[in-house]
């Protein structure tokens, strides 16, 4: 292995679409769920026991249909098992290193995506830059109201099919000051952190509606990896493709403007700290949000 990398986000800006890219590259070695969830449990931001019981029951699930598996999928089942020994030893990053040594054995790049890291502490995102001497980390950017918009949906959705209508699945305008809502659209922070971590040679920061779009920015991360780039035509049939959608459903203007008024230091942050100009719907929002 060459490069190891770890994508932090942004949640619903494209993490598993853009996984799934990578995991297409015949260098890349991804694991098979993608998300690990690894320093997030070490860190405390979900309890060991209840993120090892929900790892459990996926095995056993994938176990289940394993009776006329392909070999793909037997390998990708001792990867999970693998997985799970390595969240019981979450207190060394002796495991995490060892399951990417296995299973990334023959890569030239290995990494993971999981976009819960984003909220943990400095110290965190310090121990993820010192796995690897050249481990890189990235960052998606999507429109702020747009991310916000989207992660509400899924989330709502989810609740509402599970028979639980959550309160605070209801009022998106008490959502956006709240919770996950608010720190998973903190770019700001998230983006000063892994600058720390890793300084900017090491880091790789995009917008969501340019690397989903154009080709030139998925072959400008693949030079970031020291990837070989892919076809033209691969590359846009791969951004022709939506992965883990919300459920469709427009914004309201008033609410919309309402968060980008709530947002604006987001907005203000990226707008000073990214090169180039920022995607049209991005501009367009925060102008026409701005006050009178």
Known sequence: MDTFFVLLGAQKAGTSWLGRVLSAHPDVFMPATQEIHYFDTKHGFYDKNETLYRRLGYVEQRLAKAEAASPENVASIVELRDQIEMLIDADSDDAYRAFFERFGNGYKVCGEKTPNYSVLPQTAFDEMARVYPDTRMMFILRNPVDRFWSQFRFHADRAEKSGRRLSRFTDPFAALRRGSFAVKSDYP?????MLLATGRDRCFIEYYERITNLPDAVRALFEFLNLRPIPTQE??????????TSP??????????????ELRPVYDYVFSHMAGEPPAQWLQDYNTALPD
């Open 189 to 193: 922070a998230v983006l000063r952190k």
């Open 235 to 244: 590359l846009e049939t791969w951004q022709a493709r939506k992965v883990n």
């Open 248 to 261: 469709a459903m427009e914004m309201p203007e008033k609410l919309r403007r309402a968060a980008v008024q």
